[in-house]
């Protein structure tokens, strides 16, 4: 599924929000970014929970 520029937001399992671009996930770049917390601004690798909860989200938005 292709994105266009579309961000969706997740938390850790500390509760810290991650921001993830669904557009460079689909070129298989699996990274997010601390929006919150101790770590905000840091990049940081996704686990698989993480890139599957991203890309449903992003398939619910893309309904909308």
């Known amino acids: 599924m292709t994105y266009e520029d579309k961000r969706v937001y997740i938390s850790d399992q500390y ?5 993830i671009d669904l557009a460079i996930m689909d070129e298989g770049i ?13 990049e940081v690798d996704l686990s698989t ?3 599957q909860e991203a890309r449903k989200l992003g398939q619910e938005q893309s309904i909308w």
């Open 15 to 19: 509760e810290h929000e991650l921001e």
């Open 30 to 42: 699996y990274v997010g970014v601390y929006m919150s917390g101790p770590d905000a601004g840091v």
């Open 49 to 51: 929970q993480q890139v």
